[in-house]
């Protein structure tokens, strides 16, 4: 598999969690759970910044600040 790490060459957003199989009928198998801690990473192409997550707070507090203040919010402004 190749990198997805964004780069100012390949700006964007990567989250990655790798995920918990189990059994089709595992009523378990809907917990929002993951084999190992979320992480992520930006690059924006607007502006340069890069920013890194890890943990599910941080992941989710690093995908808003993209959002909202990068990437597609520089076409915004």
């Given at each position: 598999?190749?990198?997805?790490?964004?780069t100012p060459d390949r700006p964007g957003l990567h989250v990655a969690a790798e995920p918990?199989?189990?059994?089709?009928?595992?009523?378990?198998?809907?917990?929002?759970?993951?084999?190992?801690?979320?992480?992520?990473?930006?690059?924006?192409?607007?502006?340069?910044?890069?920013?890194?997550?890890?943990?599910?707070?941080?992941?989710?507090?690093?995908?808003?600040?993209?959002?909202?203040?990068?990437?597609?919010?520089?076409?915004?402004?």
């Amino acid at each position: 598999m190749s990198d997805l790490t964004p780069t100012p060459d390949r700006p964007g957003l990567h989250v990655a969690a790798e995920p918990i199989y189990r059994k089709h009928d595992d009523p378990a198998r809907w917990w929002n759970t993951t084999a190992s801690t979320p992480s992520g990473s930006y690059t924006c192409g607007g502006c340069g910044q890069s920013d890194t997550a890890s943990g599910s707070r941080d992941v989710a507090a690093l995908v808003e600040d993209y959002t909202d203040n990068h990437g597609p919010a520089h076409g915004r402004k």
